[in-house]
T-cell receptor, first 111, second 115 residues
Framework: GENVEQHPSTLSVQEGDSAVIKCTYSDSASNYFPWYKQELGKRPQLIIDIRSNVGEKKDQRIAVTLNKTAKHFSLHITETQPEDSAVYFC??????????FGKGTMLLVSP | DAGITQSPRHKVTETGTPVTLRCHQT?????MYWYRQDPGHGLRLIHY???????DKGEVSDGYSVSRSKTEDFLLTLESATSSQTSVYFC??????????????FGPGTRLTVL
């Protein structure tokens, strides 16, 4: 089955800096890669996703890049703000019906 | 938030007792999922359903069973709870198959403690 590795497990940045979270996947057939944000005590929520026919996607301060050859994808957050502090999860589709999630990255943005 | 509720939201039980968690949706989505979330492990799929009475196993299905008799309800049962099943359980729904690139919407979660 699909295996998703996520790094780093924790990331501390200063407000205004950029943050990058990286994920690798094992199944070359995977073609959908979402990112979820989970604030403390809350449910995970989708923030951005990318399909394998696209190399990069942006949404305001958030961007995701995909390298199919290397089987890795990354989340980039620019101009970080304290409200970006949360746990971020990457995922890859494991066949038709399901997603496999990474173990998460705790991002702390200090004022 | 999508119309998803989970009950109970918190439960403390003893080892060996049966426990049933309920996920209820008002979105008429076909796919429903049960995940468990543990520190250092992220979200792991327990079971999922692709229609009424149609279910399949996920990555960590041992010790769990599910049932879906109506589109809106997906039940997760721990037949005999163990301390290793202490976790936060999330239900999720999606309109089409989660692997096809359709957003999964998560419920608020149930915190289960097995003593």
């Amino acid at each position: 089955g699909e295996n998703v590795e996520q790094h780093p497990s924790t990331l501390s940045v200063q407000e205004g800096d950029s943050a990058v979270i990286k994920c690798t996947y094992s199944d070359s057939a995977s073609n959908y890669f979402p990112w979820y944000k989970q604030e403390l005590g809350k449910r995970p929520q989708l923030i951005i996703d990318i399909r394998s026919n696209v190399g990069e996607k942006k949404d305001q301060r958030i961007a995701v890049t995909l390298n199919k050859t290397a089987k890795h994808f990354s989340l980039h957050i620019t101009e970080t703000q304290p409200e970006d502090s949360a746990v971020y999860f990457c995922a890859a589709n494991a066949g038709y019906s399901t997603l496999t999630f990474g173990k998460g990255t705790m991002l702390l943005v200090s004022p | 938030d999508a119309g998803i509720t989970q009950s109970p939201r918190h439960k403390v039980t003893e080892t060996g007792t049966p426990v049933t968690l309920r996920c209820h949706q008002t979105e008429n989505h076909r796919y429903m999922y049960w995940y468990r979330q543990d520190p250092g492990h992220g979200l792991r799929l327990i079971h999922y359903s692709y229609g009424v009475k149609d279910t399949d196993k996920g990555e960590v299905s041992d010790g769990y069973s599910v049932s879906r008799s109506k589109t809106e309800d997906f039940l997760l049962t721990l037949e005999s709870a163990t301390s290793s099943q202490t976790s936060v359980y999330f239900c999720a729904i999606s309109e089409v198959a989660g692997g096809l690139g359709n957003e999964q919407f998560f419920g608020p979660g149930t915190r289960l403690t097995v003593l």
